[in-house]
């Protein structure tokens, strides 16, 4: 176990110092004692570090693949880097891509200005993972994750999605929500004002007011 969180600590230390600039995306209680090379990190990294994040993995014993699948719109695969040893897996993306409901091999990314959001608005911790996402941010990031990828909300993510947005400013969520899910934001407000979000995902693709 103090080899996988020394390694864990280490690769953030690293990309920190190396003015990598990155975010994690979620499951941020499960860092570092529960992560494994099932429970992977996840990370969104600027496309401008893409060079400097690879020099810095490898230097650190990872070994990198990318993901399978068709990307549409300018949607990219997700990069894995893996330390079989140490049992670690870090799982980056260089722009916010989800599961299309048309086609789950289909990946389609979401409006840059949001993708960029992300970075922007970051919230330094003090975790040595160091970055996590705005409250708007992470509350967007899970209702998309949670419908596209998922297709369900598990208790966990429900439990942090309504934590999220009672931090949240609400003008600001609800202006993100449009740009993704345009009318159907109104139908996802009403569910986390109302903090009932188990059904989200049967709600949504269920929503007639187009």
């Keep these: 176990v103090k080899i996988k969180t020394d390694l864990i600590k280490s690769t953030f230390n690293l990309l920190d110092s190396s003015n990598v600039n990155f975010v994690v995306l979620r499951n941020f209680d499960l860092i570092p004692h529960n992560c494994s090379l099932k429970n992977d990190i996840d990370l969104l990294v600027a496309k401008e570090n893409i060079t400097d994040l690879n020099n810095e993995m490898t230097k650190l014993g990872y070994s990198a693949f990318g993901d399978k699948g068709i990307y549409l719109y300018g949607a990219q695969p997700h990069m894995h880097y893996v330390n079989e040893n140490s049992d670690v897996h870090f799982d980056v993306v260089y722009g916010l891509h989800y599961r299309s409901l048309l086609n789950r091999e289909w990946f389609v990314k979401i409006d840059e200005p949001l993708q960029n959001s ?69 139908l996802i407000i009403e569910k986390l004002e109302s903090e009932n979000v188990d059904d989200l995902f049967q709600s949504y693709i269920s929503y007639s007011k187009y």
């Design 118 to 186: 992300v970075l922007k608005h970051k919230l330094t911790t003090n975790y040595f993972w160091k970055y996590r996402p705005s409250h708007e941010d992470l509350v967007l990031h899970l209702c998309c994750h949670c419908i596209f990828d998922k297709n369900f909300v598990n208790k966990k993510y429900s439990d942090e999605i309504l934590y999220e947005y009672r931090q949240c400013e609400k003008t600001k969520i609800y202006f993100s929500l449009k740009q993704v899910f345009f009318k159907a934001a109104d």
